[in-house]
Nanobody
């Protein structure tokens, strides 16, 4: 059974940076495409980054150039580096794996 545990959320000022981490357990991490989603109050959950088993990445225009997803297969961990944060990035961020497992979510708050 795949389990995902996120860490690294918090409060940051606009223009600042945060790095989220997601520790994967329960299966062969290196074989799984992984991703990050976020949920902003009043909105549906939005996919903001995905990385496949070969390290290829995709982002929506809303975060492209500011967010970077990466993975360390030796540590069974996927990361989300978030730079140039904006108040509209505030929300709960979730780690996701291809078998549709989800982490518990971490709060990211960007103050203006």
């Amino acid at each position: 059974q795949v389990q995902l545990v996120e860490s690294g959320g918090g409060l940051v000022q606009a223009g600042g940076s945060l790095r989220l981490s997601c520790l994967f357990s329960g299966s062969d991490f290196s074989a799984y495409p992984m991703g990050w989603y976020r949920q902003i109050p009043g909105n549906s959950r939005e996919r903001i980054a995905v990385i496949d088993s070969g390290g290829n990445t995709k982002y929506p225009n809303s975060v492209k150039g500011r967010f970077t997803i990466s993975r360390d297969n030796a540590k069974n961990t996927v990361y989300l580096q978030m730079d140039s944060l904006k108040p509209e990035d505030t929300g709960v961020y979730y780690c996701w794996s291809l078998n549709n497992s989800w982490g518990q979510g971490v709060q990211v708050t960007v103050s203006s």
